[in-house]
């Protein structure tokens, strides 16, 4: 099924918010994705859903085909395109990493879906981007008081525990088989959560971050409130910007501006310039000769709940470079793996108590002209609504100069504010 008809633009005139918050606020059996806070290049766009699907591609399986079945059919389908990559698609990146055997829910490797129907929020109105004869649903306001699931979340590793591991990565460290690592620890809910879209909505208004988005695909949900972008495209030219180092925010103006000068410290910008130079030499694999530049070096950002510094590496690639091409070149993306790359990929996995599954993945969406933009899916909780059970991960860059117990402090940091919303 070719999809080369041109998309009929309805106008819907109900306010932006209005229209999200209805969406948000109840239960459908259709799959959606909403892209929110989300920077896109078109301007005036305050969110974009896909809503339905008419048709999709999953990989689930260990078809040694599928990177090129992935490729045709992101080529046969010019439109847009929207969905997520499972961290542990590195396994089919890199036949050679070690795997845990797989204990609990997990997503698809790849899934990604052509909308039926796709909303763009403009300034005081929504438009409907859809084929002739689609029905465009009404989601109109539901009169009800909000009662928030609550959720009680138990921690998968002790502190002791967690601390001889970080001195186990530091001796690997010392002897030069890792120079950084991203080390992540769980916490697991199995409490009913029968409205994870509801929740999202009022949780994003709490953490505001620019790469925010909710779906619900099959029977999984994510609530995702990441401020990082893996990797945008316009055209030829690539952007990546990683994340490393991470501080919070304060109500008081002069400790919150301690905390943002204390992120100048020199492990920070070391575990940051590391990152870049691993992302650098992710590019150069796919990268037209000597275009790889690095814009910005650990700029401190300020978002409503923490600081960050966050380096941006662009690059140009040539015409018919295919996005497997770049899959393969760059993820998963070396804020979330370390350096070597293989080795603190193999490192993390074996001690690890999880499958970070769609954690450390991506979740984005490529436009009718083939360009795309992706997240890192960080600062998220993960549902399943088959076994009720919901996740949230949180990690941090381990380096010689980590202190296990201020890293153990970190993690909680980047976890906090979902775990405490649910109480």
């Known amino acids: 099924m070719t999809l080369l008809r041109k998309r009929t633009i309805t106008r819907i005139y109900i306010h932006p918010e209005d229209f999200r918050k209805n969406i948000l606020s109840q239960k459908f059996s259709n799959d959606y994705i909403l892209f929110d806070n ?11 859903i896909g809503w339905g699907k008419l048709d999709q591609f999953v990989w689930s399986d260990n078809n040694p085909n599928s990177f090129l079945l992935f490729d045709k059919w992101l080529e046969h389908h010019h439109d847009w395109k929207m969905g ?24 698809d490797w790849i899934h990604f879906f052509v909308p039926e129907i796709v909303f763009i929020a403009k300034d005081n109105y929504i438009e409907a981007h859809h084929y002739p004869n689609t029905t465009i649903p009404t989601f109109l306001s539901q009169e009800k008081k909000y009662s928030l699931s609550k ?17 186990n990565l530091k001796h690997h ?10 080390f992540c620890i769980e916490w697991v809910s199995e ?41 945008k495209k316009e055209k030829n030219h690539l952007i990546s910007q990683p994340i490393k180092g991470t501080s919070p925010r304060f109500e008081n103006p002069e400790l919150d501006q301690k905390s943002k000068d204390d992120l100048n410290n020199e492990k920070d910008k070391s575990e940051n310039i590391m990152t870049i130079d691993l992302v650098r030499n992710d590019l150069s694999q796919i990268a037209q000769t000597g275009s790889v530049k690095t814009t910005e070096i650990a700029a401190t950002y300020s978002f409503k709940q923490v600081h960050q ?3 941006t590496i662009e690059c140009d690639i040539h015409p018919e470079t295919s996005f497997s091409d770049i899959l393969k070149a760059t993820f998963p993306m070396g804020s979330m793996t370390g350096a070597p790359k293989i080795n603190a990929m193999n490192f993390s996995e074996k001690l690890e108590t999880m499958h970070r599954d769609i954690y450390s993945g991506t979740v984005g969406y490529f436009t009718p002209d083939g360009d795309f933009d992706f997240n890192v899916v960080i600062r998220s909780l993960i549902h399943f609504s088959k076994g009720n059970k919901s996740f949230v991960r949180a990690g941090g860059a381990i380096t010689i100069d980590s202190i296990p117990e201020k890293e153990w402090h970190e993690s909680h940091l980047k976890a906090e504010k979902i775990i405490q919303f649910f109480k």
């Open 191 to 231: 409490n009913k959560f029968p409205l994870p879209s509801e929740a999202y909505y009022f949780l994003n208004k709490e953490m505001d971050a620019p790469f925010s988005c909710y779906f619900q695909l099959n029977d999984i949900h994510l609530l995702c409130n990441s401020p990082e972008r893996f990797l």
């Open 38 to 48: 989300w920077q896109l290049p078109s301007e005036g766009i305050q969110w974009i």
């Open 309 to 311: 510094l966050i380096s």
């Open 151 to 167: 959720l009680n979340f138990t921690l998968q590793i002790s502190q002791d525990e967690y601390i001889e591991k970080v001195k």
């Open 173 to 182: 460290i010392e002897k030069g088989n890792l120079y950084e690592i991203n």
């Open 84 to 107: 997520y990559i499972n961290y542990d698609l590195k396994n089919q990146i890199e036949p050679i990493l070690f795997q845990k055997e797989i204990h609990q829910a997990h997503g």
